[in-house]
């Protein structure tokens, strides 16, 4: 991605974080809005690759699951460098959010 898309992505990657951090603060429990996400993910994604007509052939959805997976674990490794930097210890999974 250029740096004008990273940018671009950022940006729209915060503000999606904001509006789920507001649903939140208005009491809806954060797995159902990870799971909204989600949800809103496919939808999405099957109208960029398919159209508002179209849908997805069992290969286009497995090209969107390694998009994600990649996505997935590009994410895990910077979180984790980041506890890693903060001195936190990261041989051990974090206890499971209660919340």
Do not use: W
């Amino acid at each position: 991605m250029s740096s004008d898309s990273n940018q671009s992505h950022d940006q729209a990657v915060n503000q999606l974080i904001e509006l789920a951090n507001q649903l939140k603060d208005n009491g809806t429990d954060i797995r159902i809005i990870a799971a909204a996400m989600n949800t809103a993910a496919g939808i999405y994604t099957t109208y960029v690759e398919a159209g508002n007509q179209g849908f997805l052939q069992p290969g286009g959805v497995d090209r969107v699951c390694a998009a994600y997976r990649k996505q997935l674990e590009f994410i895990q490794q910077r979180k984790k460098a980041e506890l890693q930097a903060a001195g936190h210890d990261v041989a051990q999974p974090a206890p499971k959010s209660q919340t």
